[in-house]
Nanobody, 116 residues
């Protein structure tokens, strides 16, 4: 079992920045990758960015150049640095971990609101 706790969401003006954190606990040795997804009202949940155990990153086209995913393996924590935020980035952001057995674990979500 893996538990995920997110933090760092909030309200920011367009053009501003936020950093989200996701701390994993439990069977962290089994995690093959972690990532961030988001879900805006009335829309499907979508991948924002993910990072593998080897450090390989992947980004949605809509966030490339503005958002960076990183990790601190010693702290079992993944970060999402979001710059140049736009109103369309407004969503609930969820952290996800995937185990070696391809089981997915989700955090509780953190709200990000970007005002115009």
């Amino acid at each position: 079992q893996v538990q995920l706790v997110e933090s760092g969401g909030g309200l920011v003006q367009a053009g501003g920045s936020l950093r989200l954190s996701c701390a994993a606990s439990g069977s962290t040795v089994s995690i093959r990758g972690m990532g961030w997804h988001r879900q805006a009202p009335g829309k499907q949940r979508e991948l924002v960015a993910d990072i593998s155990r080897l450090g390989t990153t992947n980004y949605a086209d809509s966030v490339k150049g503005r958002i960076t995913i990183s990790r601190d393996s010693a702290k079992n924590t993944v970060y999402l640095q979001m710059n140049s935020l736009k109103p369309e980035d407004t969503a609930v952001y969820y952290c996800k971990a995937v185990s070696d057995m391809l089981r997915g674990y989700w955090g509780q979500g953190t709200q990000v609101t970007v005002s115009s």
